[in-house]
């Protein structure tokens, strides 16, 4: 506590100030001479005080006024007012100006005066704190100078106190039941007796009837209505003020106390309540709770029921002994209690065993809460202890499992590094010797040996921590095994043996060797079925070994016996390695000179010879192997045959190879290769899969032999099949072609040449000029389809040669347009534009097939009276011809098979033709080594473009 002391008197304030060092070090005093020093170090922002302790009488004004000013300012500060011996109204003016104390200077006051600062302080937190919630009150006063008064007075010295003024006690009434429905709530109901109408003595009768309005009352009285105040206590009023002169300093504390006198009520109650819940918490909770008093007289003030289950004591016998808590206490726990006791009870719990009314011994949980009274001392102790019986019981059983687990793992190492040893050690020396290492770091021991017994007699091989003094002993050691009798017990039973005390064992061997050894345990090295030796362990401590140590032992014994067999096993079998590798050495002699016979047959085949594993990994390849595929054995051995051949010839082979088993070990496929050089060649390959003596598959043997001329020798009988049969498919169309268009022209020449034979003399000129016009055009007809036949018969089978000249382009066309109109229809007209073309290297005969033929279709199949235009135009390399109609047009979806054998546009069938002369014109063209293409829309006209290039690029 900061405390800031104004006072003038300089041995005042050193009395003051020497008392509270001595009897309260955690008061701090800082003194201030004057008033205006006061205000200094109070308005100093660096400067913390809890409490102003000062003197009235100061020598620049009074301790009043400086609480004044504190008031004023509402600072967070408790005061306290000293004053001379009898200065009474002096103190009431300090109370009555706020001050949370007055301490007279009277003889014993320096005494008091740590404990009244210190309850000021308390005070003043608790005033400050109540009065930081403002209250409520509904004054029900009708006199307006009162109520004036009233506010005014509250307003200076309890601003946190808000009326509400009711003139009748029925407004007041109307007040509270209004907000118990949710209007403003009140705290305090605040009467004067002489109210018009209803008195404050009804208004407190009609509110017993009112049990949702309960606010605490305070009535106002006039002089000498003592009567009143009374009666209005035995109604339900908490307080009474006599409007005597001052008694509105006393209504705030009034007012407040009402309010807070009946919360204290309310929280009293509900504290009786929360504490009849706990009681009965805490007597059906399986804890043990109490509560132990050390002042003024030790005794238990609670002990919960549970202390009879736990303890076997019932609370009645704690209440009667107040020692019965520490007697309980084991003994052997008791200075734990001790150092709880003086850390001071830390909160930290307390594991403690405790001994029962029946002797067992339990182990407990104990959380211990100190209470300390004002001055800091330990009056109580208040806390819960847990039954942790089964919780240590298994704490306990973990530890012991970790440190079997520990063992375990040391064990598990020590096998593990014997068994590596087993494994990697290059000789039985070695794995002994690991193996005792092991035994050393498992089994703790003064020394080690292992014993292997030869012709009956046990004699040590291996040993480990003995004095070099005894090696010569140990070496020269040598016992019959069937007359000792601790090594006849281990032969016999095939069990460890112990002596945990030699000097208790009267069969113990007394020779220096061993008369230092105290305890004794041994393991029987067991192979096959019989002991074939001991691993022997000494120490010079009597009772040293148990059965623990027996059991582990005969672990290690068991690894020594295996590193024996398998240093027997691996003599064993360097002896049959031996034996093998000179019966390998024969045989390989013969397999060499039976290769040698193979590989000579194999190797004079010229067909493609070679092995493989699955996967096509190559094993063997023959000479013609290597020559076709231009590389060296050592490059193709472990590629993969698949991996030689194209990809989808490779993949075919893989495929075939996998199909092969026991019942289809041969397949045979015909593969394509292409060569360095690029040449294809064809192979007829035969895979076996190959099987040792034992039916057992080794690997796959695969014969290539090159078929290609017979490949190409089929190749062409069968094109010439093909020709055979499209010439006759070819010929037997061309007749029926023949036969259906010959019949029409012929059918007509009949029939006029039987009109002129038998109606000659009855005809006209002009009739008879009609029918020989008649025969003449049929015959026309059938020189065109003849020759349409003939030519395409010469296409087909190869006649139709191309063979260029030089030609007059220009003319030659016109000649062919002159040809076209005169054969078609003289009156047609053909429009004919050439650009810049003189002389092309180019077939006569062939060029007239192409022109005759454009050039008719797009007369014959163009409306009368429509022009044809044909366009000659020579380029650098290439002449372009191109024939224009407007005629009928071909149908899109038919356009394709324009050039197709016999085909005609379904719109055609009208006119004369027989299908073949776009056949023609695309073979031409293509002898030329030109093309062709079309462009046409029904109902709009077709075009043709013919391309040719030119033999000579000079020529065009």
């Given at each position: 506590?900061?405390?800031?002391?104004?006072?003038?008197?300089?041995?005042?304030?050193?009395?003051?100030?020497?008392?509270?060092?001595?009897?309260?070090?955690?008061?701090?005093?800082?003194?201030?001479?004057?008033?205006?020093?006061?205000?200094?170090?109070?308005?100093?922002?660096?400067?913390?005080?809890?409490?102003?302790?000062?003197?009235?009488?100061?020598?620049?004004?009074?301790?009043?006024?400086?609480?004044?000013?504190?008031?004023?300012?509402?600072?967070?500060?408790?005061?306290?007012?000293?004053?001379?011996?009898?200065?009474?109204?002096?103190?009431?003016?300090?109370?009555?100006?706020?001050?949370?104390?007055?301490?007279?200077?009277?003889?014993?006051?320096?005494?008091?005066?740590?404990?009244?600062?210190?309850?000021?302080?308390?005070?003043?937190?608790?005033?400050?704190?109540?009065?930081?919630?403002?209250?409520?009150?509904?004054?029900?006063?009708?006199?307006?100078?009162?109520?004036?008064?009233?506010?005014?007075?509250?307003?200076?010295?309890?601003?946190?106190?808000?009326?509400?003024?009711?003139?009748?006690?029925?407004?007041?009434?109307?007040?509270?039941?209004?907000?118990?429905?949710?209007?403003?709530?009140?705290?305090?109901?605040?009467?004067?007796?002489?109210?018009?109408?209803?008195?404050?003595?009804?208004?407190l009768k009609m509110l017993q009837h009112e049990p949702d309005v309960n606010l605490p009352t305070v009535l106002v009285t006039g002089r000498g209505d003592e009567e009143v105040a009374v009666e209005a206590l035995r109604l339900g009023a908490v307080n009474y003020l006599v409007k005597?002169?001052?008694?509105?300093?006393?209504?705030?504390?009034?007012?407040?106390?009402?309010?807070?006198?009946?919360?204290?009520?309310?929280?009293?109650?509900?504290?009786?309540?929360?504490?009849?819940?706990?009681?009965?918490?805490?007597?059906?909770?399986?804890?043990?709770?109490?509560?132990?008093?050390?002042?003024?007289?030790?005794?238990?003030?609670?002990?919960?029921?549970?202390?009879?289950?736990?303890?076997?004591?019932?609370?009645?016998?704690?209440?009667?002994?107040?020692?019965?808590?520490?007697?309980?206490?084991?003994?052997?726990?008791?200075?734990?209690?001790?150092?709880?006791?003086?850390?001071?009870?830390?909160?930290?719990?307390?594991?403690?065993?405790?001994?029962?009314?029946?002797?067992?011994?339990?182990?407990?949980?104990?959380?211990?809460?100190?209470?300390?009274?004002?001055?800091?001392?330990?009056?109580?102790?208040?806390?819960?202890?847990?039954?942790?019986?089964?919780?240590?019981?298994?704490?306990?059983?973990?530890?012991?499992?970790?440190?079997?687990?520990?063992?375990?793992?040391?064990?598990?190492?020590?096998?593990?590094?014997?068994?590596?040893?087993?494994?990697?050690?290059?000789?039985?020396?070695?794995?002994?010797?690991?193996?005792?290492?092991?035994?050393?770091?498992?089994?703790?021991?003064?020394?080690?040996?292992?014993?292997?017994?030869?012709?009956?007699?046990?004699?040590?091989?291996?040993?480990?921590?003995?004095?070099?003094?005894?090696?010569?002993?140990?070496?020269?050691?040598?016992?019959?095994?069937?007359?000792?009798?601790?090594?006849?017990?281990?032969?016999?039973?095939?069990?460890?043996?112990?002596?945990?005390?030699?000097?208790?064992?009267?069969?113990?061997?007394?020779?220096?060797?061993?008369?230092?050894?105290?305890?004794?345990?041994?393991?029987?090295?067991?192979?096959?079925?019989?002991?074939?030796?001991?691993?022997?362990?000494?120490?010079?401590?009597?009772?040293?070994?148990?059965?623990?140590?027996?059991?582990?032992?005969?672990?290690?014994?068991?690894?020594?016996?295996?590193?024996?067999?398998?240093?027997?096993?691996?003599?064993?079998?360097?002896?049959?390695?031996?034996?093998?590798?000179?019966?390998?050495?024969?045989?390989?002699?013969?397999?060499?000179?039976?290769?040698?016979?193979?590989?000579?047959?194999?190797?004079?085949?010229?067909?493609?010879?070679?092995?493989?594993?699955?996967?096509?990994?190559?094993?063997?390849?023959?000479?013609?192997?290597?020559?076709?595929?231009?590389?060296?054995?050592?490059?193709?051995?472990?590629?993969?045959?698949?991996?030689?051949?194209?990809?989808?010839?490779?993949?075919?082979?893989?495929?075939?190879?996998?199909?092969?088993?026991?019942?289809?070990?041969?397949?045979?496929?015909?593969?394509?290769?292409?060569?360095?050089?690029?040449?294809?060649?064809?192979?007829?390959?035969?895979?076996?899969?190959?099987?040792?003596?034992?039916?057992?598959?080794?690997?796959?043997?695969?014969?290539?032999?090159?078929?290609?001329?017979?490949?190409?020798?089929?190749?062409?009988?069968?094109?010439?099949?093909?020709?055979?049969?499209?010439?006759?498919?070819?010929?037997?169309?061309?007749?029926?072609?023949?036969?259906?268009?010959?019949?029409?022209?012929?059918?007509?020449?009949?029939?006029?040449?039987?009109?002129?034979?038998?109606?000659?003399?009855?005809?006209?000129?002009?009739?008879?000029?009609?029918?020989?016009?008649?025969?003449?055009?049929?015959?026309?007809?059938?020189?065109?389809?003849?020759?349409?036949?003939?030519?395409?018969?010469?296409?087909?089978?190869?006649?139709?040669?191309?063979?260029?000249?030089?030609?007059?382009?220009?003319?030659?066309?016109?000649?062919?347009?002159?040809?076209?109109?005169?054969?078609?229809?003289?009156?047609?007209?053909?429009?004919?534009?050439?650009?810049?073309?003189?002389?092309?290297?180019?077939?006569?005969?062939?060029?007239?097939?192409?022109?005759?033929?454009?050039?008719?279709?797009?007369?014959?199949?163009s409306p009368a009276g429509t022009p044809v235009l044909f366009t000659v135009e020579c380029r650098a390399d290439s002449i372009v011809l191109r024939v224009q109609d407007h005629g009928i047009g071909i149908p899109e979806a038919e356009q394709a098979h324009l050039f197709e054998t016999?085909?005609?546009?379904?719109?055609?069938?009208?006119?004369?033709?027989?299908?073949?002369?776009?056949?023609?014109?695309?073979?031409?063209?293509?002898?030329?080594?030109?093309?062709?293409?079309?462009?046409?829309?029904?109902?709009?006209?077709?075009?043709?473009?013919?391309?040719?290039?030119?033999?000579?690029?000079?020529?065009?």
């Amino acid at each position: 506590m900061n405390v800031l002391y104004v006072e003038d008197d300089p041995r005042d304030a050193d009395l003051v100030s020497r008392e509270l060092t001595r009897s309260a070090a955690r008061i701090q005093l800082e003194i201030a001479p004057t008033l205006q020093a006061a205000r200094n170090r109070l308005a100093d922002p660096n400067a913390s005080y809890d409490l102003v302790l000062a003197d009235v009488r100061l020598p620049d004004g009074t301790g009043l006024e400086l609480l004044e000013e504190i008031r004023k300012q509402a600072q967070a500060l408790a005061v306290v007012i000293l004053t001379g011996v009898g200065d009474e109204e002096t103190a009431v003016a300090a109370l009555k100006a706020g001050a949370d104390d007055y301490v007279m200077k009277r003889s014993d006051y320096l005494a008091r005066l740590p404990l009244i600062l210190e309850t000021a302080l308390e005070r003043f937190k608790a005033t400050t704190a109540r009065r930081s919630r403002s209250l409520q009150v509904l004054y029900a006063e009708h006199d307006s100078i009162d109520i004036d008064l009233t506010r005014r007075h509250l307003a200076r010295y309890a601003p946190h106190i808000h009326l509400d003024v009711a003139y009748t006690a029925l407004e007041a009434l109307q007040r509270l039941r209004a907000s118990k429905e949710g209007g403003a709530p009140y705290d305090v109901l605040l009467l004067d007796y002489q109210l018009p109408g209803v008195n404050a003595l009804e208004l407190l009768k009609m509110l017993q009837h009112e049990p949702d309005v309960n606010l605490p009352t305070v009535l106002v009285t006039g002089r000498g209505d003592e009567e009143v105040a009374v009666e209005a206590l035995r109604l339900g009023a908490v307080n009474y003020l006599v409007k005597n002169p001052g008694y509105l300093f006393n209504l705030p504390a009034t007012l407040e106390n009402a309010f807070y006198g009946t919360e204290l009520e309310r929280e009293r109650a509900r504290l009786a309540e929360s504490e009849r819940r706990f009681r009965l918490l805490a007597e059906n909770a399986r804890d043990l709770i109490y509560r132990y008093r050390f002042k003024p007289t030790p005794a238990f003030e609670y002990v919960s029921p549970a202390a009879t289950r736990i303890l076997g004591y019932t609370p009645e016998e704690h209440y009667a002994d107040p020692e019965l808590g520490f007697k309980v206490v084991h003994p052997d726990d008791r200075h734990l209690l001790a150092q709880a006791a003086s850390a001071g009870y830390t909160g930290q719990p307390l594991v403690l065993r405790w001994i029962r009314k029946d002797g067992a011994i339990i182990w407990t949980e104990q959380h211990n809460t100190p209470i300390y009274n004002e001055q800091g001392e330990l009056v109580a102790l208040e806390g819960i202890a847990r039954d942790i019986t089964q919780r240590q019981q298994a704490i306990e059983a973990l530890r012991a499992s970790e440190a079997a687990e520990r063992e375990s793992r040391q064990l598990a190492e020590a096998f593990r590094d014997s068994a590596a040893a087993l494994i990697g050690a290059p000789d039985l020396d070695t794995v002994m010797q690991v193996i005792l290492e092991s035994v050393a770091r498992v089994v703790p021991n003064s020394a080690v040996n292992i014993m292997l017994i030869e012709d009956g007699y046990a004699r040590p091989r291996y040993w480990r921590g003995y004095q070099p003094e005894r090696i010569p002993h140990i070496q020269q050691f040598s016992v019959s095994v069937m007359d000792t009798p601790n090594l006849r017990q281990m032969v016999e039973t095939q069990a460890p043996f112990l002596i945990s005390h030699t000097d208790q064992y009267t069969d113990w061997v007394q020779i220096p060797l061993t008369a230092w050894v105290k305890s004794y345990v041994a393991a029987p090295i067991r192979s096959r079925g019989q002991v074939i030796g001991f691993l022997n362990l000494d120490s010079d401590v009597p009772g040293f070994f148990t059965e623990f140590h027996a059991r582990h032992l005969q672990a290690f014994a068991d690894q020594a016996s295996l590193a024996i067999e398998r240093a027997q096993l691996y003599e064993e079998i360097q002896r049959h390695a031996r034996e093998l590798e000179r019966r390998v050495a024969e045989r390989t002699a013969d397999l060499q000179r039976s290769e040698a016979r193979y590989r000579a047959i194999i190797e004079s085949q010229t067909d493609l010879v070679c092995r493989f594993l699955p996967g096509g990994i190559l094993t063997f390849v023959n000479q013609t192997f290597c020559q076709h595929f231009q590389r060296k054995p050592e490059a193709l051995l472990g590629t993969s045959l698949f991996d030689l051949l194209p990809a989808e010839e490779g993949a075919r082979l893989e495929h075939l190879i996998a199909s092969l088993d026991r019942q289809n070990p041969i397949a045979t496929i015909e593969l394509r290769e292409v060569t360095a050089d690029g040449q294809e060649r064809w192979f007829h390959w035969s895979e076996h899969m190959l099987f040792d003596e034992a039916g057992n598959f080794l690997e796959y043997q695969a014969v290539g032999r090159d078929i290609t001329e017979r490949k190409l020798a089929e190749e062409q009988l069968r094109h010439m099949l093909e020709q055979a049969i499209s010439l006759g498919e070819l010929k037997s169309r061309y007749a029926s072609m023949a036969a259906h268009d010959l019949r029409s022209p012929l059918a007509a020449i009949k029939t006029s040449v039987d009109l002129l034979q038998r109606y000659s003399d009855r005809l006209t000129e002009e009739q008879k000029r009609l029918k020989y016009e008649n025969i003449h055009s049929s015959i026309a007809v059938m020189i065109e389809l003849l020759d349409d036949i003939l030519t395409m018969g010469r296409v087909e089978s190869g006649k139709l040669k191309f063979e260029p000249v030089a030609l007059d382009l220009t003319a030659f066309c016109q000649d062919v347009v002159q040809e076209v109109r005169q054969a078609v229809d003289p009156e047609r007209p053909i429009e004919f534009r050439c650009q810049d073309c003189n002389t092309a290297r180019l077939d006569p005969k062939l060029l007239r097939h192409i022109l005759h033929n454009l050039l008719s279709n797009a007369m014959k199949y163009s409306p009368a009276g429509t022009p044809v235009l044909f366009t000659v135009e020579c380029r650098a390399d290439s002449i372009v011809l191109r024939v224009q109609d407007h005629g009928i047009g071909i149908p899109e979806a038919e356009q394709a098979h324009l050039f197709e054998t016999f085909f005609r546009a379904s719109n055609a069938r009208g006119v004369a033709g027989t299908g073949l002369g776009l056949a023609i014109v695309r073979q031409a063209v293509e002898l030329h080594g030109g093309e062709i293409t079309c462009e046409s829309r029904e109902g709009v006209g077709t075009t043709f473009t013919v391309t040719l290039p030119c033999v000579n690029a000079g020529d065009c």
